[in-house]
């Protein structure tokens, strides 16, 4: 079952570009990752998904059910996490986790209790006083105390120290093994490598490709390290060159015959080619994209 479908959902705000025929499909119980630059259109899917925002056209239905005509029973059983969470000011946390919970119409008070534990948030401090990161923790506990079976979170990490970020993450891979499906944008890469199972790449409110982490990382693509080179090579297919001292690094999508005959007119005392890493990878996607 897919727990988010799209089909050609396009947003305008104007003439300016939101996003653009997003075709997309997320699994139930599927760990996922929304991958862009900031302004790619991660949160403006995410707000039509959640009819906080209304499509200009195209199709989205989330548990199945259209995200224009039922959008209220969509948001019940989800949990949403704003890149920038606002909450009414003079409130005290533990008031905040509440209200949160009587939306819902849930007693949520022992879970509330165990992830501000977890995750160290007074909640006897008022909003107001609170740092970016523990703001971010209140936004956390509200969008994952009452359990829901999907969670959509964007930019959830921004904020927290990498402490408070691994035990975000423990949290959500622990739902997650209970059957809760985690939608998450994220422009870290390393993050998306570690704990989603499926990804999307989006740029300039496009998709450009949508699979799991595991089949985007076999691009064909190899990393290709040069030592004690005197100038930077010229060399078809070469992605993302960088020269630093004496040491030429790039990515190459071509055929190795090629390569090889490049390298063996250059001048070079070591070479070392392997497998890059994910975030090469993706930035291999963004590249291409624009040639």
Do not use: W
């Amino acid at each position: 079952m897919n727990v988010i479908e799209t089909k050609d959902l396009t947003k305008f705000y104007g003439s300016s570009r939101g996003i653009v025929d997003v075709t997309l499909s997320v699994n139930e119980g599927d760990f996922f990752g929304f991958i862009g630059p900031n302004g790619a259109g991660k949160s403006t899917l995410i707000r039509t998904l959640l009819g906080l925002i209304s499509k200009s056209k195209g199709e989205a239905y989330v548990f199945g059910k259209d995200i224009t005509k039922e959008k209220t029973q969509i948001l019940r059983e989800v949990g949403y996490l704003p890149s920038e969470a606002a909450f009414y000011s003079g409130m005290k946390v533990c008031d905040i986790l509440e209200l949160s919970a009587k939306m819902r119409d849930k007693d949520c008070r022992e879970e509330a209790k165990r992830l501000c534990e977890r995750l160290e948030l007074d909640t006897a401090k008022k909003i107001e006083s609170l740092s970016l990161g523990n703001r971010k923790k209140v936004g956390i506990v509200c969008a994952l105390q009452h359990k829901p079976k999907l969670y959509i979170l964007d930019e959830p990490t921004s904020g927290l120290d990498p402490l408070m970020q691994k035990e975000f993450y423990t949290i959500l891979k622990e739902r997650n093994d209970e059957g809760a499906t985690v939608f998450l944008s994220s422009h870290v890469l390393s993050e998306i490598g570690r704990y989603c199972k499926s990804a999307a790449v989006i740029r300039e409110g496009r998709i450009l490709v949508s699979d799991s982490v595991e089949k985007l990382g076999h691009t064909g693509v190899k990393k290709v390290t040069l030592r004690g080179v005197k100038c930077i090579p010229d060399i078809s297919d070469a992605k993302d060159m960088r020269f630093e001292n004496d040491t030429v690094h790039f990515l190459y999508s071509g055929k190795a015959t090629e390569l090889t005959k490049k390298l063996a007119d250059l001048d070079f005392e070591d070479i070392s080619i392997c497998d890059p890493e994910l975030d090469e990878v993706f930035m291999h996607y963004y590249s291409k994209e624009e040639n």
